[in-house]
């Protein structure tokens, strides 16, 4: 059995002129790959920031063609903008009231979600079901799969990543999990499942909020890593033994992208996308918590299968979620929406591959 093969992370041939995107900060390691591309893109500013108007982040290295734009200065720019790549469904009526143009009617618009359905899964039906003129963006198959989306256009864009670079040393006999606000978030974290792997490999916890992870669980072998910028993060990540990715519920971590690109062999549940993401050669993806528990320990114990894995992993993560392969979709999905056409796929740039990946077990 195999799954349909990745698209190559080759640079697409450059099409059409570069656009002006209006575009939200909302999601940082998503919209950091996005505006590495050749394009304009204005990010609402107010002077209380605020997620309607937070701008460039503080924390992030951006290129200068993502310019701040306050309501006022939108409004003045309102015929410069090509289109708008909505994330959230109140940038709507946002869009609206600061450009005075309506996305899907006289401003093309598209519409990314990032997330999976909550509530009644498989039936949860998508806030822009009911309309046509915006084609909703998922990025992965898997939450296209799930989601309702009614009588919406749909497209999928997987994810980018930046490449941090091979960092992986494996020094310490020790697992890295990164998870953001595990204490609120629990059981979709996978926070319950801490102290059950940390039986058997110790754990290193890092993410947003993590410093508040003993008001869910304790347990001698798991040590808390905190909220670390990200370059410091990816170094301490890739100096341990294997990377566990606990959560039950999520589009696909990035930062289990990450730890792939650095060259770190993963242990994975087999929810959502992560169970066609990561190739057999990488590490271990299940449901059964023993055979989890057994691939950390058998990474823990092998440092040369883990070297080894890690290295197929890094191949696997660069090939499938490459920034230059997101950015050709990106393009092509821009100019589709701009011209209200659909691009010719051989136009758009490189066809996936040939390649074969195998599930992993």
């Not at 080894?308 to 100019?335: E, I, P, Q, T």
Request: net charge negative; hydrophobic share 40%.
């Amino acid at each position: 059995m195999t799954f349909p093969p990745t698209r190559p992370s080759t640079p697409g041939t450059a099409r059409g002129p570069a656009r002006t995107v209006l575009h939200w900060h909302v999601h940082g390691s998503w919209s950091t790959a996005f505006v590495q591309g050749r394009h304009t893109c204005l990010l609402p500013v107010l002077p209380e920031g605020g997620p309607w108007g937070g701008g460039r982040p503080a924390a992030w290295d951006w290129p200068a063609r993502a310019e701040e734009a306050t309501p006022e200065q939108l409004r003045e720019r309102a015929d410069e903008i090509d289109v708008v790549v909505l994330q959230r469904p109140e940038e709507i009526e946002l869009t609206e009231r600061w450009t005075g143009r309506r996305p899907g009617r006289d401003l093309p618009a598209l519409f990314v979600e990032h997330n999976t359905p909550k509530g009644d899964v498989p039936t949860s039906r998508h806030p822009l079901a009911d309309r046509d003129d915006i084609p909703v963006v998922h990025v992965t198959h898997f939450n296209a799969l799930m989601w309702d989306t009614g009588r919406a256009p749909v497209r999928v864009v997987e994810h980018g990543v930046l490449d941090p670079g091979e960092r992986y040393t494996g020094e310490l006999d020790r697992a890295a999990v990164v998870v953001n606000e595990p204490v609120r978030r629990g059981r979709v974290t996978g926070t319950d499942l801490l102290a059950g792997f940390a039986d058997h490999v110790g754990l290193d916890v890092y993410g947003i909020g993590s410093e508040r992870l003993g008001e869910a669980v304790t347990h001698p072998g798991i040590a808390i890593g905190g909220d670390l910028p990200q370059d410091r993060l990816h170094t301490e990540m890739a100096r341990h033994r294997v990377y566990l990715h606990p959560v039950r519920w999520t589009s696909l971590g990035l930062s289990l992208i990450e730890a792939m690109m650095l060259g770190m062999p993963v242990v994975a549940l087999a929810t959502t996308e992560a169970t066609v993401d990561v190739p057999a050669e990488a590490g271990v993806v299940a449901t059964d918590l023993d055979v989890l528990r057994d691939g950390l320990r058998t990474f823990r114990d092998d440092p040369e299968l883990a070297r080894a894995a890690g290295a197929a992993g890094r191949a696997s993560a660069l090939a499938r979620h490459g920034v230059d392969r997101f950015l050709a979709d990106w393009d092509r999905l821009l100019d589709e929406a701009v011209l209200g056409e659909a691009v010719d796929e051989d136009a758009a740039g490189p066809a996936r591959s040939p390649g074969r990946l195998e599930p992993a077990v």
